[in-house]
């Protein structure tokens, strides 16, 4: 049973990875703890229960797959790390 998902394993790796960062973009943003790990864990079970029934489609564009998701989440990464850079930059600005 687990063979059908080693063509994915590199997205159920880097997705929790993605998972982070955006929760991580919530927190630099100051959005609500509480509503950003309900959405989270929402997000986790949906994906879960689509991979579970859609895998055998799946597998047929496991490339394309596993290529557009890990440049989705390098995408998230750098637009994260932006992010940070500029809240970190308007703080330094606010104590001058």
């Not at 063979?3 to 159920?12: A, C, R, S």
């Not at 079970?45 to 390098?74: D, Q, R, V």
């Amino acid at each position: 049973m687990l063979e059908e998902y080693l063509p994915f394993i590199g997205l159920l790796i880097f997705g929790n990875i993605e998972n982070l960062i955006l929760a991580s973009q919530g927190e630099v943003k100051k959005r609500n703890v509480l509503s950003l790990s309900i959405v989270s864990i929402i997000i986790v079970i949906a994906w879960f229960i689509l991979g579970t029934i859609l895998t055998e489609e799946a597998i047929k564009y496991s490339n394309y797959i596993n290529f557009i998701g890990g440049l989705a989440i390098f995408l998230l990464g750098i637009q994260s790390v932006v992010e940070v850079m500029k809240s970190k930059k308007a703080v330094k600005e606010k104590e001058n």
